[in-house]
């Protein structure tokens, strides 16, 4: 029993720092946008606003049963989530000042009625464990939008590969903590966002070989006829 509570301490651990470096992700393209490379709309709205919702569950979910690394990477997760929505608000508005600060009023009123709530209405943490399986399967599922459009265009750029394979990692090892210790609002939203995640890179990686191979073959074709035309 002591050997599986520590070896779920190494893992909780590892799994926090594949989550710091998931979390960290977006942060290039976050970069774009405000470079005015990129626009907001790379992002699925549904994925920015789940990404404050379902770490904010987790945080809840984990200091009600004192749990405490988990606790520190949902808090890691919720930060960013709240610092990326902020970003996402004010392009979204096309930079209106205004209506930005509404915006931020109305997301900020709302995360506070519904810490509010988690804390003080929702008496039981098994309702909130439940919640938060939820919110993180909508996560795993948010950017199957890409995933359409990746197969009618074949635009891999969409799927971040990156943020694919952070998410993949950080899902394994929250995968294998729940499993240890035996928590089922931790083992199924994790098991389905890693096959998710390996579906993604397979995606990703498949269209990556076709467009390769395809430049390789166009490049070949116009070489073939510039030879052609110096003779």
């Not at 774009?32 to 979910?61: A, D, Q, R």
């Not at 997301?107 to 939820?134: D, N, Q, R, T, W």
């Not at 074949?154 to 990692?169: A, D, E, R, S, V």
Request: hydrophobic share 50%; aromatic share 16%.
């Amino acid at each position: 029993m002591a050997d599986t509570a520590l070896i779920a301490k190494y893992v909780s651990l590892a799994g926090t720092c594949m989550g710091i470096g998931l979390g960290l992700t977006p942060i290039v393209p976050f970069m774009n946008i405000i470079k005015g490379k990129e626009s907001v709309k790379i992002f699925p709205e549904t994925l920015i606003f789940i990404n404050i919702f379902c770490p904010h569950l987790w945080c809840t979910y984990w200091i009600r049963q004192a749990v405490f690394i988990p606790f520190f990477s949902a808090i890691f997760g919720l930060v960013l989530g709240i610092v990326f929505a902020t970003i996402y608000l004010y392009f979204y508005l096309n930079k209106s000042t205004s209506k930005w600060l509404l915006a931020v009023c109305a997301e900020l009123s709302i995360f506070f009625c519904f810490h509010y709530f988690l804390l003080y209405i929702l008496p039981k943490y098994e309702y909130i464990g439940f919640a938060a399986m939820v919110s993180g399967i909508i996560t795993s599922i948010a950017p199957a939008q890409n995933v359409i459009t990746v197969f009618k265009k074949g635009q891999y750029k969409l799927i971040p590969i990156w943020t694919c394979i952070f998410g993949g990692l950080c899902s394994g090892f929250w995968l294998i903590f729940g499993i240890l210790i035996k928590d089922i609002y931790n083992i199924i939203p994790n098991a389905i966002s890693l096959m998710i995640q390996v579906c993604n890179i397979s995606i990703w990686t498949y269209f990556y070989c076709t467009r390769k191979e395809e430049k390789e073959d166009k490049e070949e074709e116009e070489k073939l006829q510039d030879e052609d035309n110096e003779h």
